[in-house]
């Protein structure tokens, strides 16, 4: 490979690119709501034509129970490995809109960072793999490995379908190597290849208290409250040092090496900038471990939604027949998210306050997911990140899941490497989203240089 | 006074009677409402008409700063008390227009009870009062007691402008006893006197964790969720029994004498009737207490709403950057609403778990109000309606805040004596609002009777 090459030819089309990028973020692709289900699918098919126009082959837009899996190929390298990127092209939700500076789906570039929902997660590090292969074809006329490209539309959604796709095309996807960049760097200039993910579970709480809402005057006192027994059953899942107290909820942890932990203690982390940079003035979570440690190795429990009452301007004087609670758990390797769901269950069952009916539904889960760090293929992605971003690599694990991961782990068999682009800073799942440039214009000449690191794997 | 001669003349006056309350409901005065404020002035016209017909003196339509309010008066009996009525013209509106059986404003009879929207609340009580009163000069020539009218049009959107009317004519309104037909009857042939209800103070609560949301899975268990915090904040009101947990809470409690309990405990109650009706399985609340006790006697802090975090379908792992929960609570005698909202403040305070700051603010309060149950006024009462009903009356509280009438109390310093004929079944802000007709005519002559009663008080 001629550096030299590539970077010229990354300077020359970066507008052509980063145009195409906001087509693409133009469609909004969210997958959680049936309103876009076609534009789910828009997305699907623009990306078919923009994998077409790279000059990757066997270009389709594969059929789920849900929403479709983009697939293509290229399959010249003979004698060499075959690296498999997976990525997504569908987004998560816009709410709440009115924090958006400019509209979700009105891409702009500002201060160097491209704004819109799914800039950064994950139609712009998906996009930058399609134009890494681009750049190579049109330079050489070859891939130095041979390619294979899973692009999915239900990610944002728990990747329902995809297990299924996979396990059902196991010869299609055959490979050596999975590529993911979806997940984080350690900071502003500081790569990092991540080697573990923590998994999933989760459910929402339904309670059910009167048959109506009640006057709270009235019946006030004397009726279950449905959101003074929901309060009591979410407050119940911590203690005081933010330790989880599901009953076996830390049963057959794997344990993390003292190395590991020395690894992580030694990784260029500014508390109070961090804490700044959240706007928090004090951190909090399990006595005794690192805010690194229980981001990345420890299993948590969080609410993320309570509804029931009136959440109107000013006062209703109303008790509920109803509240509503969803919560997730991030896992850690030792522990199964069907168990974990049986024991969040068991939990809700033994701490449900009298007056009240419980209904439980399960959310979609996924494994926790671990490559150990000194494999070859994740060093190797340390080296094209250091060769661009001229700083050593950090190897770390992440907080977030990836199910999909997992899956790939235990039906293909293969080392997934993750080698993300994003910045913590960069409001995923949130209002504001972006992409810092500076990482699209690095990304894209790593991701071309690990192709060719990965030839001699 | 001669009860047989009573009888015989609202016997005599029966159809006279019914047919002027129908002219008087077929005003639709619904004060709510811009487009009936025309309707809301003919009701106060009408009624200015009916009290100058019946004999009552100083009549006047008396502006506020919305609408008006109706004074009347009859101030001849020398030395005996004054009684002042309260009563209100004004009504619901009447959505869903297709449920109500007859037109809400074309009053029909059927199987002797009166359809009509105000026919129970409060047009046809308040009017029972004009005629008690144009019964006994027509048939004495005096009434026992002088009398004072307030009849107001706005108690269906909560009295905005009365307690600046009562502060301003403190000496017009000057009285011994107030009396106020708005409430209801225990159930069919079961006359009450209620002389206490639960005055309200309430908060909303607005937690902030992170400046914006977080996504969950990064940021789980290193950062204060705010739904968390809030969840610990609002299940420390209460302990395992129930009983409210704020400090100095049930502090000054004006004591329940164990008589009054008892007379409580042998009023016709059904729990596993109201139960079956309110569609719960257990009945819940403060230990030591019945159900009754519970929303009569005993303070109360309700959630009337949480928010936070995703509400839709389906999974979001947010961290959200807020929280809120609206709380109220019902107030009983010796409890002062601003002094109740202090120790609010201070117990979330107290309780705010770290790494989220907080902010309260307040909402409308109200006093409690009690006219002792032993008051010679309360009890001449319960005498007036046994002698018509032939069964003993029941002394009842309730639950709910009549705000105004905690401003009479406070601005007038008067014993109120809540004497009504409705049931909780007649639909009072609801489709086929009616009222029944053998209340009507009882609760003529319980009024009447009262008179007498309140003569010698």
Known sequence: MNPQAIDTYFKEYRETHLEE??????????????????????????LKASMEK????????????????????????EGKPTVLVYGHYDVQPVDPLHLWETGPFDPQVRDNKLYARGASDDKGQTFMHV?????????????????KFIIEGEEEIGSPNLPVYVQENQELLKADLIVI???GMQGPGRPAVCYGLRGLAGIQIDLTGPKGDLHSGLYGGAVQNPLHAISEILASFHDEDGVITVDGFYDNLVPVSDEERAEFAALPFDLDEEKKALGITEDFGEKGYSFIERTWIRPTLEINGITGGFSGEGI?????????AKITCRLVPGQDPDDIVAKLKAHVESHKPAGVTVS???????????????????????????????????????GGSV???AAFDE???????????????????????????????????????????????
């Not at 994740?378 to 770390?396: C, D, H, L």
């Open 360 to 398: 439980i539904s399960e959310f979609d889960k996924g494994k926790p997911f671990l490559t150990p760090y000194d494999h070859p293929a994740i060093q190797a992605a340390g080296r094209s990140y250091e060769k661009v971003y001229k700083v050593p690599t950090a190897f770390t694990r992440m």
């Open 131 to 147: 134009k890494a292969v681009e750049a190579l074809l049109q330079l050489n006329g070859e891939l130095p490995v041979n390619m």
């Open 54 to 77: 790279a000059g990757l082959e066997n270009v389709k837009v594969d059929e789920t129970a849900g929403h479709p899996v983009v697939y293509a190929d290229w399959l010249h390298a």
């Open 21 to 46: 990028l906001k087509a693409f973020l133009r469609i909004p692709s969210v997958s959680s709501l049936s309103e876009h289900k076609e534009d789910v699918r828009s997305a699907a098919e623009w």
């Open 181 to 183: 960049s979806d997940t």
């Open 403 to 405: 199910p999909i991961v």
């Open 411 to 457: 039906i293909l068999g293969l080392p997934v490497v993750l080698m993300g682009f994003g910045l913590s800073s960069e409001n995923f799942h949130a209002p504001n989203e972006h992409f810092h440039l500076e990482n699209f214009d690095q990304g894209l000449r790593v991701i071309s240089d690990y192709l060719f690191e990965a030839a001699n794997l």
């Open 316 to 324: 209703k004087t109303v008790l509920p027949s109803e509240a509503s």
